[in-house]
């Protein structure tokens, strides 16, 4: 198992290099114009010349793409055009980001795996065909019109009052990025404990029940912010990133019911299921650690996968969200995304560069994790004196 882990690790790393190389290449030669095209109107030529000549994009491509490279090796992604650094603005928007990402797809997946599995195991009925038809709605929608329709039902809802103490809040500065990351570290944490202790009464030929993961995933963490002192702190940062983690969730769980529905269906027309049923073997059984559990690995492969195109649509929710002024729908949201928006608008090449390839680590680690869980789950892997 560790020589795999080492080899996928190893082979993960090189894929970043070749990432990270391919992703300032083409960033540079794609990106029309450059940063300082933005003031043509207010700057001379001469003035312009100088300008990139101490922004250094006037030298070579190759010398500023060595450089880079040095500078990524040591965890230095330079600095942005305006002169901040740009490690420090992936430290101060990524955690936003994360949180938003981890905790809608902690909701969207068992919400979609547990309806989509039922919906397969009654094919054909009304509320089965009705629930492939919404998940179908909801994979389709478009991200700015559920913004909308999100931001308005609670902007009456509240009397615009909800929104605006939420705007509020993020000014004063009550919500801190250090606190963000805290958050992510102990879900992890929690995470990483309660997996390990379903590996360890897996191996002792011993389960827990399935309903009884959820609410350790979701209380554990809980108390562990009450633990730090930190559960008010905690409760403003989710309140506040409720309505981007209500959209993200919804765009999301519509993709885990169908693909659950599909290879739970599939799965159910499989020699092992047949045989089960031919022994007696409850329906629920069969469902839920038969045919569901064939279906979980290749769900959690296609969401592994679907992860940028999910960070893609969290960049309209976090732009769409980010209006600026103060109204009913006075809400900013910050994160990684919106930040990637308005770089782009402003040809900042070294933040463009930096968020990208810190989406690129986050779904490479994504797949690393999925590595690990195929090799953990899938019975048919093994590894060492094992394989043979």
Same mark, same amino acid.
């Not at 795999?4 to 794609?30: C, E, H, K, P, Q």
């Not at 905790?103 to 009304?126: C, D, E, I, L, Q």
């Given at each position: ?233 905690? +409760?403003?940062? &989710?309140?506040?990133?409720?309505? *981007?983690?209500?959209?993200?969730? %919804?765009? $999301?769980? !519509?993709?885990? /019911? @169908? ?81 990637? +928006?308005?770089? &782009?608008?402003?040809?900042?090449? *070294?933040?463009?560069?930096?968020? %990208?390839? $810190?989406? !690129?680590?986050? /779904? @490479? ?24």
């Amino acid at each position: 198992m560790t020589k795999y882990l080492v080899g996928r690790l190893a082979a993960g790393l090189i894929t970043l290099v070749v990432f990270a190389t391919i992703l300032f290449f083409m960033t540079d030669l794609l990106m029309p114009g450059d940063f300082v095209t933005r003031f043509t109107n207010d700057l001379t030529d001469a003035q312009m010349a100088e300008l990139r000549n101490y922004l250094g994009i006037d030298r070579p491509l190759l010398v500023r793409y060595v450089e880079y490279m040095k500078g990524l090796a040591t965890g230095d992604l330079g600095l942005s055009f305006w002169g901040v650094s740009v490690s420090s603005l992936l430290w101060a928007l990524l955690p936003w980001t994360l949180l938003i990402l981890v905790v809608a797809m902690g909701v969207a997946f068992p919400a979609g795996y547990w309806m989509g599995k039922r919906a397969a195991w009654k094919s054909g009925a009304t509320g089965s065909a009705g629930l492939t038809m919404g998940s179908i709605a909801l994979h389709t929608t478009f991200p700015p019109l559920l913004v909308f329709v999100l931001a308005i039902g609670t902007a009456k809802l509240t009397s615009g009052e909800g929104m605006n103490s939420l705007h509020r809040l993020f000014l004063s500065g009550d919500l801190a990025s250090q606190t963000v990351w805290r958050m992510l570290g102990t879900i992890a944490v929690v995470a990483i404990a309660v997996s390990a202790m379903g590996l360890l009464l897996s191996r002792r030929k011993k389960s827990a029940p399935t309903r009884l993961w959820i609410p350790a995933l979701v209380i554990g963490p809980v108390l562990a912010w009450a633990a730090m002192g930190m559960a008010g702190a905690a +409760f403003d940062v &989710l309140l506040y990133l409720a309505l *981007p983690i209500t959209a993200v969730a %919804l765009l $999301a769980v !519509g993709e885990v /019911v @169908l693909v659950t529905k599909a290879t739970t269906a599939a799965a159910a027309q499989e020699d092992f299921v047949i045989g089960a049923r031919a022994k007696g073997v409850q329906e629920a059984d069969i469902r839920d650690h038969h045919a569901a559990r064939y279906a979980l690995l290749p769900t959690l492969s296609k969401l592994a996968v679907s992860v940028p195109f999910v960070l893609a649509g969290l960049m309209i929710v976090e732009v769409s969200f980010g209006w600026p002024e103060a109204g009913t729908l006075g809400l900013t949201v910050p994160g990684l995304s919106s930040m990637l +928006f308005t770089s &782009l608008e402003q040809r900042d090449v *070294p933040v463009v560069v930096g968020g %990208l390839f $810190a989406i !690129g680590l986050i /779904v @490479l680690t994504l797949r690393l994790l999925l590595d690990v869980a195929h090799a953990t789950l899938d019975p048919r892997i093994r590894f060492g004196r094992d394989a043979a």
